[in-house]
């Protein structure tokens, strides 16, 4: 089983004959500094796709806790709903192309409870679905209300202290490119480095050029020369905000290097939140 769905294969859910068996689509396409991905939902999107906005409804206000601290039980447990989602649900989410931010949908989705096998992330994103020739919209999707409830908890998470103790006895990845991992350049938060003994697995390296994920054991071939397995150790990942970083959670559980009931754990607050609080000390350069 793989967290990854191909285009052709989420068109013939949505063909079912029943509409209780077709998938919930989340639009959540989004790019940081904008402009927000909602008025490209609105000229084309997937036939009863949802949009969902990351900065208002897939994360809390930013604040202490980072940039895009973890949503509220009540504010997402409304936009779930909104979008038609309910228990039992199939939910299939899309961003633009590798898959990056639709991997926090894919995250918080298993964060609030619901099943490995009832979520999805769509392989390629929009453009593959475009790419494929299925079809797109502009007319409104207006899905009748859900009923999920939403049950946090259902996936690991660290704090700061936490990510400091795993990157010691474990293995912490850092999620962001090269150049802010290292300290040469910090564009959004408050220092330039990375967690000392973090390791550099930037996100977006995960997909090819058409934005399409390698086979599970091409991907297990990376992470497992980063050190991640199943082992007592632990594994863990962290980005600028707690976004992308929700991408190599899945890339681990695509590469089948842990099963679903063992995922690594995510930093939400990630570099946002350690780079705010002086007292914690910053490693620059490539060594971890």
Not at 7 to 19: C, E, G, I, Q, T
Not at 181 to 208: F, S
Request: hydrophobic fraction near 45%; proline fraction near 11%; glycine fraction near 12%.
């Amino acid at each position: 089983m793989t967290p990854l769905i191909a285009p052709s294969d989420l068109a013939a859910l949505l063909d079912a004959p029943r509409s209780s068996e077709r998938p919930v689509v989340l639009d959540v396409r989004y790019r940081l500094g904008g402009p927000p991905g909602k008025a490209d939902h609105d000229a084309a999107h997937l036939p009863g796709a949802v949009y969902l906005d990351l900065d208002t409804e897939l994360a809390d206000p930013p604040g202490a806790g980072g940039r895009h601290p973890l949503p509220s039980h009540d504010r997402l447990q409304a936009a779930l709903r909104r979008a038609g989602v309910h228990d039992g649900s199939r939910v299939v989410a899309h961003d633009d192309g590798n898959g990056t931010v639709a991997a926090r949908a894919w995250w918080l989705l298993r964060w609030a409870g619901l099943p490995a096998d009832r979520v999805a992330v769509l392989d390629g994103g929009f453009a593959a679905w475009v790419g494929a020739g299925l079809p797109v919209t502009d007319e409104p999707s207006r899905p009748e209300a859900g009923d999920v409830t939403v049950r946090p908890g259902g996936m690991p998470v660290l704090d700061a202290d936490g990510a400091a103790a795993l990157a010691r006895r474990g293995v912490l990845l850092d999620a962001r490119v090269g150049p802010r991992y290292r300290g040469e350049t910090e564009p959004v938060d408050a220092k330039a480095g990375h967690i000392p003994g973090a390791l550099n697995a930037p996100a977006v390296d995960l997909a090819g050029p058409d934005g399409r994920w390698p086979a599970p054991e091409v991907v297990a071939e990376r992470f497992s020369a980063l050190g991640v397995d199943d082992g007592p150790g632990g594994a863990g990942a962290y980005c600028g905000s707690g976004v992308t970083a929700a991408a190599l959670v899945l890339a681990v559980e695509h590469a089948r290097l842990r099963p679903p009931a063992r995922p690594i754990a995510l930093y939400v607050g990630s570099w946002s939140n350690w780079s705010a609080d002086p007292a914690r000390p910053v490693a620059t350069g490539a060594a971890p």
